[in-house]
């Protein structure tokens, strides 16, 4: 399986390779037994079915490197613990549905004044001509401070957190070495100090927030990380990765921008832009029980299954001219960039109602905003940008 995340194409032309996936092997049966899965129908059936789950550690027949480098890291770091992304069952549900609350569409509203202020104040630094990384100065910062507010982080604790929590994204990969597991445990145990911090601060700050409320159901530190890492993840780095590829696409292409400006709050467009480029290209699970796929394929009981998201959502069976970036097509709801069935993304109003007032507000403010570079990292499961200079 390695190698075909080694791949040059996957890395570097992705969208490229998935078309060749889907017309030449939409289902890959691996030699380490993992199933990779790029067309949309199958893979949101996985998604969609009750015997897929997250806790791939647990239920994978025949572990591979990665699998086992999972375990290390929940038993060194994690304290033994699977995080609030990893659980099942009525566990995964009863999680859920404590922290919902916070993300609900009607809460994450009351967020949109936070939104504007912060926003205000980094765009006041900035002035026409100047040639910024829009992603570093702006879109990293934003969601950033959004889901430390919703957490209840104390600004000057959270702003050592961001490098970590981008190391900790890592854990998604599919392939962890030895080497990288190390990196991503050192960071965990890194964000388990801050919180420490975080928490005998908030003990004698109480407040509305979801830190108060774990503190008060007396949580102890590991419970507390178990649930604190992945709303990092899940509110920040995914957030400020379409952030960017969303002004990238618009900027490269003058006329959705224009229409993109017409209606700003229209949920077509932002659909169509988290269709188009979405920040996890490839999740994982495993199968508790054998699944037969719409093609008549089965998946057996025990498989390590491969999700390509990015490429189900340039799916030419699903999506009339995928690889055009259109803000009026009527289907683009159909995306599954934030999965589907159990563990959907509980932070997908948050993330469209960023995107709105970020976007519209950059965008308004400098009206002849220009590309000048813009580039990825070479992550295969949840891309990070590099650069995206800008001449505002």
Known sequence: MSELFNNYAITNTPYEFYSFLRSECPVAFNDDKSVAISRHLDVAKVLSSPHSVKGIED????????????????EEYFYGLKTFFDIDGEDHEQMRNSVMKYFSKKSVVNYSSFIENRLDNVLKNFSKNDQIDIYKEVFYKIPLDVISQIIGIPEDIHSDLAENVS???RVFEPVITDSLSTQI??????????????ISYKKNNLDQDLLSQLILEKNDLPKILQIVIPLYIAGHITTSYLL????????????????????????????????YDTPAHIIQRAMQKDLELNSGVIIPEGSLVYLFLGSANRDETVFEDPDVFDLQRHNANKNISFAAGAHFCIGSFLTKLEMTTILSKVLKSFPNIENRMFSTQADVAVKQIDKHIVTL
């Open 185 to 198: 445990g050192t960071a965990a145990s890194k964000i388990s100090e801050f919180l420490v911090d975080a």
């Open 244 to 275: 960017s590829t969303s002004l990238n696409s618009l900027l490269e292409n003058k006329e959705q921008k224009h229409l993109y400006l017409s209606d700003p709050e229209n949920p077509k467009y932002s659909e169509e832009m988290i269709r």
């Open 59 to 74: 239920y994978v027949k025949e572990p591979n490197e990665t699998i086992l480098n999972l375990r290390r890291i929940r």
């Open 167 to 169: 190391m900790v994204t």
